[in-house]
């Protein structure tokens, strides 16, 4: 039987940030998996539908191939000004004139002080780009900087949310 693969896209843009911690705890719950992160949001060039389908930068048409031949996307995002991260948002549009995103499984994880605005647009967004989620891939949490500490400790409540989440998530991604 094959590994599944799965990516994660870190929507922040910051080194040691939540989100990027809770990456890394969900990745060790995919043992017998394949995973890659994407953390290069801030590399990527600002979108110009001009070379959307044509002489497109390698950056994007890579991140494009590995969006692509995954089993399942987890994004991984905090929330700026009651929105998604501009750096995310850009990788996105460089997405829409793509089918890398039509009936792909997706989690989504908004990670921030509130997080409802952007977890809300991402989820249309996502839609949008044809991606698939249930309630259960879909997970809000607020408060985050009193949930996880500089050394990765993620309290148990958290913990126990974000294994229903990446359980569902497996599940939703058998074919």
């Known amino acids: 039987m094959k590994k599944k693969k799965f990516l994660f896209i870190n929507g922040s843009a910051s080194g040691n940030s939540s989100n990027e911690k ?7 719950s995919l ?13 990527l060039p600002h ?8 002489n497109t930068p390698v950056e994007i048409t890579d991140i494009r191939t590995d969006i ?23 990788l996105l549009e460089w997405c829409v004139a793509t089918t890398v995103f039509s009936e792909k499984p997706v989690g989504i994880i908004t990670a921030s002080a509130s997080g409802e605005k952007g977890h809300a647009e991402l989820q249309l967004i996502i839609k949008t780009l044809g991606g698939v989620f249930h309630n ?13 500490n500089m050394e990765r400790n993620i309290d148990e409540e958290l913990k126990e949310k974000l294994q229903g989440f990446i359980y569902s998530f497996i599940k939703s991604c058998k074919s």
């Open 47 to 54: 979108f110009d539908p001009a070379f959307s389908t044509e």
């Open 31 to 43: 043992d017998g998996c394949e995973t890659k992160v994407f953390n290069g949001l801030k590399n």
């Open 136 to 148: 259960e891939n879909l997970l809000l949490v607020q408060g985050i900087k009193g949930k996880i």
């Open 68 to 90: 692509k031949t995954a089993d399942g996307i987890i994004i991984c995002t905090p929330e700026y000004i009651f929105s998604i991260p501009s750096s995310l948002k850009n």
């Open 22 to 28: 809770l990456i890394a705890y969900l990745i060790q």
